[in-house]
């Protein structure tokens, strides 16, 4: 008798999701993650990249995409975009910070802060590229109109269900949120402030679960660094109900997360400084994120390998 199963009789398991071993991405320091789930079904991170030796965030220049079937195998897709590429930018480049990415009618939307000035603060923009692919191959197309200016950084693009896009910006203390035009690249009206924050500094993250809207974001936290805040709506554009805080302090100079259902579960991405034990050499990082039964978000446990 044999145990050994004949070739092409047996279907294809399903790809196990294995307990992430954080941080995730070893091989390059990383931070300011966005997770989408695409059509193939694959997750995709489009962070930014911290510069050893340490720096600070003026030198960060370029941007990589990772990816996984299974939240523990992440390949490094390479790098997607630098401050060489975008002609509008700052002379100096640099200071490229936390990006987002969408995708609608087969194009990929890379939506990333840069300054287009020497002085850097006061001349924030999102600039945008395009790609037909979620990795590879984006092409800087300039910036959005009327959005930006000082300390106006980490565009964060929604989809909602109904196919309106909207995007975030925020920093300083001031989030605000505008509608995109179908384009995806102008904004339907002015941005109206995102009310009933509590202590907003960056980092506008939007998600939807069970049809309530949920914006979470870094507070201003000292100490040890910022922790991570949400607030719920029912409406994309607030007004906002602060919740509470549900991600302590990681370590690092700055806080920032993003959060995506992926095959039937919930997950938190972060950054932390476990790799190098500096704060702003930071690593990203995956956790499930749990909600009681009114769906509050239940506080998140950082877990190492
Ligand atoms: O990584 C550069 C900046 O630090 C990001 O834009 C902020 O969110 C903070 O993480």
Known sequence: VS???????????????IQPNNPIIKSMYTADPSAHVWDDGRIYIYASHDTDPARGCDLMD????????????????????????????????????????????????????????SKWNDSWKVGIATSKFPDKDF???GYIEGMGGDAMIDPCVFMDDDGKAYIYLGGGGKCV?????????????????MEGLDD??????????????YLTYPDNHGGNGNRMKYATSDSPLGPWEYQDVFLDSTGCDTSHGSV???????YLFYHNKAISGTGNLRSVCVDKLEFDEDGKILMVEQTLD
């Not at 145990?3 to 999701?17: L, N």
């Not at 907003?200 to 993250?205: A, L, N, S």
């Not at 995506?260 to 919930?266: A, D, F, R, S, T």
């Open 62 to 117: 370029r941007y990589h995409v990772f990816s996984s079937d299974n939240m523990v195998d992440w390949i490094d897709e390479g790098e997607i975009l630098s401050s060489d590429d975008v002609e509008w930018g700052r002379p100096e480049g640099g200071f490229m910070w936390a990006p987002d990415a969408a995708y609608k009618d087969g194009t990929y939307y890379f939506y990333y802060p840069h300054p287009s000035e």
């Open 139 to 141: 092409t800087d197309i």
């Open 200 to 213: 907003f500094h960056e980092g506008t993250w939007i998600f939807k679960r069970n049809g309530l809207y």
């Open 177 to 193: 949120g505008a509608e995109l035009n179908e384009d995806m690249i102008s904004i339907k009206s002015e941005p109206v402030p």
């Open 3 to 17: 145990d050994v199963t004949e070739p092409g009789t047996v279907e294809p398991e399903e790809v196990e999701i």
């Open 260 to 266: 995506v259902e992926y095959k039937g579960e919930w």
